[in-house]
């Protein structure tokens, strides 16, 4: 029997079947849990613990640190919530289940009443009281929404005078936000189709989604100012998010996105990413590439559930690089997390939002994000195994090079 000799070509098998071998382990390291990149489980924590120590003894949240005690904002108790909810979902440290609850309680016993005196619920309010039911196993929370929100509205006794609808309130929610820019209305409405389809009301989804495509018709902004003037970009990330909660279509019939399906105003969306990950305020903000300093975290935020909603799979790269930008760049070493990008001087700008609530948007973001049903239980990014793969291909390849030069 003739021997068996090792010919060029099985040497050339054998090269390429190991580097094919080493790129399938790269990609796999590629996306191990890093050692460079910030703890998801640190930064949710940490955000958690920074907006709790500033929770008021009633249970209560200020506007900003350092506000007396007599000054009051309904509009902000819910996010602040949520986010220190989030974070209990995270952790299951109890100081935060307590924290929230707190904050519930306070609400339920404090809600600002319309002049026909049933409580004004905003539009955090939903959302954060269906989940804090759920965390806690006590209804009570959902049962308020539900007989104060969702049966007034169906039944059409909702608001100041007890006679809005569902369609009531959404022409409402277009008209509050007409002045400084009506598209980002929808990034509202999409707050109400997020917790009403959370409670399992589908009900609403048809009149949510068509004020939703008619608050993207007054796109683009009238002005822009970093932090101050023209959210449209935060419009159409929440009416991404919408269509992809609900399926319904939310596309414009005329302005800046007129006639794109929910594909295209997505992809109109990533357009106003930076290379970093964040996404930018306004559509007058636009630039190319993309000026990572005019970017901010709020619209991150929601730009990543947007995305998410749509496909985790096929938006993997942006929703993973608007995550890493939201964790490594727009929180402090203190846990909270920045409305501005770090290199922003805020002398620079009229308000420089030192809100306790913003780190609730990031912090709610990041843990819907990284739900035990999505991929993100962790940021991908180039982990300790990926580095040492890649050393051993790169190797590999200038191994190959060589023999094959001989």
């Excluded at 924590?45 to 003894?57: D, H, K, L, N, Y």
């Excluded at 806690?136 to 104060?148: E, H, L, P, R």
Aim: hydrophobic fraction near 45%; aromatic fraction near 12%.
């Amino acid at each position: 029997m003739r021997p068996f000799v090792k010919s060029k070509s099985y040497e050339g098998f054998k090269r390429n079947m190991a580097l094919k071998f080493l790129a399938v382990c790269f990609a796999a390291g590629l996306f191990a849990p890093s050692l460079f990149a910030q703890d998801v489980d640190g930064f949710l924590q940490a955000s958690g613990e920074w907006i709790e120590a500033r929770q008021r003894p009633d249970g209560s949240f200020p506007l900003s640190e350092g506000d007396p005690v007599s000054l009051f904002f309904a509009s902000v108790q819910s996010p602040a919530a949520l986010g220190v909810l989030g974070a209990w979902v995270a952790t299951e440290d109890p100081a935060f289940l307590a924290s929230a609850t707190a904050a519930g309680d306070y609400l339920i016993a404090n809600f600002e009443p319309f002049p026909t005196t049933e409580p004004r619920i905003r539009t955090f309010d939903p959302l954060f009281f269906i989940r804090l039911s759920d965390a806690t196993g006590d209804s009570q929370y959902a049962d308020f929404i539900q007989t104060n929100f969702w049966d007034r509205l169906t039944a059409g006794t909702y608001g100041p005078t007890g006679d809005w609808d569902i369609n009531d309130y959404v022409a409402s929610e277009l008209a509050r936000r007409a002045p400084t820019g009506e598209a980002v209305a929808a990034w509202d409405l999409a707050l109400i189709a997020a917790a009403a389809n959370e409670a399992g009301i589908t009900s609403f989804n048809s009149a949510l989604a068509a004020g939703a495509a008619m608050a993207l018709e007054s796109a683009p902004d009238p002005s822009y100012s970093l932090g101050t003037a023209g959210f449209d970009i935060l419009g159409l990330a929440g009416a991404v998010w919408m269509a992809g909660i609900t399926g319904e279509s939310v596309t414009p019939g005329s302005g800046l996105w007129a006639g794109l399906t929910t594909a295209g105003l997505a992809n109109a969306l990533i357009e106003h990413q930076s290379a970093a990950g964040g996404f930018l305020q306004s559509s007058l903000a636009f630039s190319s590439p993309v000026d990572e300093v005019q970017t901010v975290s709020q619209v991150t935020s929601f730009a990543v559930l947007a995305l998410q909603s749509l496909s985790e799979t096929g938006y993997f790269v942006q929703i993973t690089s608007g995550l890493n930008e939201l964790i490594n760049t727009f929180q402090e070493p203190s846990g909270r997390i920045d409305y501005y990008h770090p290199l922003v001087d805020l002398s620079t700008v009229d308000d420089p939002k030192p809100f306790v609530y913003l780190s609730g948007y990031a912090l709610y973001a990041v843990q819907d994000s990284r739900d035990p049903e999505s991929p993100f239980r962790s940021v991908p990014s180039l982990g300790p195994w990926g580095l040492a793969l890649l050393v051993l291909l790169l190797s590999a390849l200038s191994w190959t090079a060589l023999a094959t030069r001989r």
